[in-house]
C-alpha cells in the first residue's frame, strides 16, 4: 500500500511540536499530539472501513497481528535501551524495569493519571498507552456494528467517546485560571492531562471524519477544503505559540478546538491534494520526519536526559545539538532495520486488505492510497 505523503507531513509537525517542546523552544507544543491522534483515528478507521468493502468483514485477528509488528519491536528496543541507560540517567534497574514494564504493556496513562499523580522518565508512553486502548476497543465496536449493519451505532458510540472526554475534562480541570496556583494544580494536571478519559476524544473525532467520508464522499469540496484546511494549520501553528499552557481554559477549550483544527487539515489535505498546504506538507523533510515519528517519540526523552548528563546546562545549544542528532539517528535506523523490516515479514505472512484508500468526489472516485 502506498503512502500520502502529506499526511505524514501532519505527523512532521506533530513531531516538531513535541521535540521543540522537550526543547523548550516551542510551549505549546504538546498540541501536536492532538494532531497524531485525530490523524490516528482517521486512518485507522478508513483502513477498517475499506477492508470491509473489499472483503466483506473486518478481520481483527490480522489488524492485531499488524498492530503488534507495527508497534511493538521498536517500543522493546527503546524501552531497552533506557533500562541499559538507567544507571547513567540516575535511575535504580529496579525502577527502570517496572516503569518499562508498565509502558510496554500500555498502562502508562493508568499509573500517571490515576494511581502514581506523577510523571517519571517513561511518562512520554501515555499517549501510545491511549492509542493501543483505542485500538483494542474500536475495530470490535466498528466490526459489530458493521457485522449487523449498524454503522450509525459505531458512529453513535463515537460521538459519545468525543463527548465525555470533553466533559470530563471540564469536570476534572482546576476550576482556577492557572493549575500550577490552585492548591492541588499539579495534581490535577496529571489527572486532565494523561487520563485516557480526558483525551480519547481527538481519536474518536478521526474516527467521526473517516465514517462521514466513507459514508458520504461527496462531503469532499476543494474550496470548503481550502477554507477548513488554511483554518486548521493556523491554529495549530497559534497553539504551538501559546506562551503558557498550564491554564484551564487550555484543558477545557484549547484541546477541543485544536482537535477539530486538525481534523480540519485533513479534511482539506483529502479535498484538495495539491494545493499549497498539502505540498509543503508532503516536502520531503517534513513528510520523512512523519514516517519515522514513531522512533523519534520512543528514543527523544531517553535521549535528552542521556544528553543532559554528557553536557552541561551552560551549553545549551550544543547539549540539544546532540540530544537532536542521536535522537534522529535512533529514529532512521529503528525505521529501516526494525520497524520496517519485521513489518514487511509479516505482512507477507498475513493477507492485507487490497482495499486502497482514496480521495473521492463521489463513491467510485480514484484516490491515492494511505496508510496508518
Known sequence: ???????????????????????????????????????SGYLITTLLLRERDKTGRIDGKQFYVRRAARLLPALLLAL????????RLGQSMGSAISDAAVA???????????????????????????????????????????LRRRVGVAAAIAVVGVVVPTVTRIVTAPHTSYLLLSPNGLHWTYRTYFGVDTRMDALFVGCLLAMALWKWPQLLNRAAAIVLGTAGLAVIGMSYGMTNVFTRSTYTVWFSVVTFASAGLIYGLLGAPRWIVSRFLAWRPISYLGQISYGVYLWNSTLGLLAGTLISRQHQFERGTVWLAMTLFAAVTSFHLVEQPILRRVSHRVTLPTAEAKVPTQRTAEVRPLVS
Not at 501532519?10 to 510551549?27: A, F
Not at 531497552?80 to 544507571?87: C, E, H, T
Open 1 to 39: 500500500m502506498g503512502r500520502r505523503r502529506d499526511l505524514d507531513g501532519i505527523r512532521g509537525i506533530g513531531m516538531i511540536g513535541v521535540l521543540g517542546l522537550h526543547g523548550g523552544t516551542i510551549p505549546g507544543g504538546d498540541f501536536g499530539l492532538i494532531a497524531f491522534f485525530v490523524l
Open 80 to 87: 531497552g535501551g533506557f533500562i541499559a541507560l538507567s544507571g
Open 104 to 146: 510496554f504493556f500500555y498502562g502508562m496513562d493508568i499509573k500517571i493519571a490515576y494511581v502514581a499523580h506523577a510523571s517519571n522518565p517513561v511518562s512520554w508512553a501515555w499517549s501510545l498507552s491511549v492509542e493501543e486502548q483505542f485500538y483494542l476497543v474500536w475495530p470490535l465496536i466498528l466490526g459489530v456494528a458493521l
